[in-house]
């Protein structure tokens, strides 16, 4: 079945670096555009990058442009998001999303997103 599996996760202390990944099985990956969003405690889930389907475009939230970066690698159906100089604000649960196909809006719209995977948490201590 359709499934993704996110990893990477972990506490770190500020200025320190993360690297998530989203491994998608049971679809044709190369076909759908991605996305990473977070969810801190009491908050809503929000958008932090998206990138097309072969990874020639991205896309950044304002909180996270110039940190982290998007990236995938279709030949091993696994999506990335390398997170550096972290602040105490980038605590949250993340989570990898499928894109809808075919759907139009901003990358940033978590209703354009009909996959997800069970999140991973990071915590960035000051």
């Not at 770190?12 to 996305?35: F, H, I, K, P, W």
């Not at 990058?49 to 072969?54: H, S, V």
């Not at 159906?77 to 604000?89: G, H, R, V």
């Not at 978590?110 to 991973?120: A, C, D, I, M, R």
Request: glycine share 16%; charged share 15%.
């Amino acid at each position: 079945q359709v499934q993704l599996v996110e990893s990477g996760g972990g506490s770190v202390q500020a200025g320190g670096s993360l690297r998530l990944s989203c491994a998608a099985s049971g679809y044709t990956y190369s076909s759908y555009g991605m996305g990473w969003f977070r969810q801190a405690p009491g908050g809503e889930r929000e958008g932090v990058a998206g990138i097309n389907t072969g990874g020639g475009s991205t896309y950044y939230a304002d909180s996270v442009k110039g940190r982290f970066t998007i990236s995938r690698d279709n030949a091993k159906n696994t999506l990335y998001l390398q997170m550096d100089s972290l602040k105490p604000e980038d605590t949250a649960m993340y989570y990898c999303a499928r894109r809808r196909v075919p759907s139009y809006g901003s990358w940033s719209d978590s209703s354009l997103y009909n996959v997800w995977g069970q999140g991973t948490q990071v915590t960035v201590s000051s």
